[in-house]
């Protein structure tokens, strides 16, 4: 069996890029910028009030307890005074407003004394270019505002549109396909009672796209040839194929034996993990393969082992895995050869992680899954741990909060 990082070192590996595209602005949050991206205006264009008061000039204000200062017009953000300010001239201005030439001082409304249209004193501490935001300070034209390979937030894309950008080039999201197998399983259904509800194929579209990929249902393959064949005959359109269940050696697992019978070159099968140790890992023309155990809690571990490092690799993010340490609160037993992961729920506690390792730790169990903060990650041939024992632990909501 393979270890898992070698696993992970080769999935990587074989990542090929993918085109970049261009989408509006206003759609492109989470995704992967392609580009740099300079500003195409300056910020602010002229200068501005930062509050709301009169503008004047600084050294006018030397003499005001001999030469008050005339109120000669006012200016407001989209309406500016557009003459320019002489001597013992001021304007009333508001937040956002351009503030008049010859003007480089705000003194606030509250701080001033007026008298018959005059500015007759003012309690304010003032200094030159006080409450002034200067012309391009925020950010000058044509100055790299994002940087190539950057993840595009809320911040960020607010930033480029207020730079005067309406489009954005990305990298294009990996399409991946997705094919539960098994004769067992049925979609929901109120009329079902006595059923095993294909589960692995919805959460793989949720982790998905949390990941940063477009997911492709192609439903449900019979554990037969004949359907399975039928089920993969357009692969190649994808740039990523994930099957779930019949990828181990029992008489009905046939996804490994189909896939070869396509053309697929198998690169590995089997990771020392657990859960998930039947993983299949191949090639069919341009078409990555990752063919997963059936059971939901291996379908999740894998994907987040496994696949999320392989979507980060086709849109250019190099996020690694936020590995925190925290303390068991129950023993447990030592290892075997395969790398485990263990749910657990997990809570800060004076300044240390708190980890409980679930009772129900069978692949099949998701509730237990859903109770779960994160997982435990044990090495091969870990020893048994005590009580109040230091352990590496993933926590979900560090990955994405929808997980």
Known sequence: MLDVQKAINIIVSKATSLQ????LLKNSLGRICSKNIYS??????ENVSSMDGYALKY???QNINKIPIKIVGESAAGNPYIKKLNNYECVEIYTGAEVPKGANLILLQERVIISSNHIVSTSQNYKKDQYVRKKSSNFKINSL???????ITSRTLGLAISSNHTKIHVY???NIAILATGNELKNPNKHLSNAI???NTPLLISLIKSFGGNAHDLGIAKDTLNSLMKKLQNINKFDILITTGGASVGKHDLVKDVLNKLGMQLIFWKVAIRPGKPLIFGKLNKTLILGFPGNPVSTFV?????LRPLIDKYINTKKKLNIKNGNITKELGKNDEREEYL???IYYDNNIYKVEPLIGQDSSMTSYLSKADGLIIRKPFDKALKIGSNVSILIFSDIHPHI
Do not use: G, Q, V
């Open 20 to 23: 970049e595209e261009t989408i």
């Open 40 to 45: 195409n205006i300056n910020s602010p264009p």
């Open 59 to 61: 050294s006018n204000l």
């Open 145 to 151: 505002i994002i940087k190539k390979n950057s993840l």
């Open 172 to 174: 294009k999201k990996p």
């Open 197 to 199: 509800i294909s589960s």
């Open 302 to 306: 894998s994907s987040l082992i496994f």
């Open 343 to 345: 749910r657990a729920k």
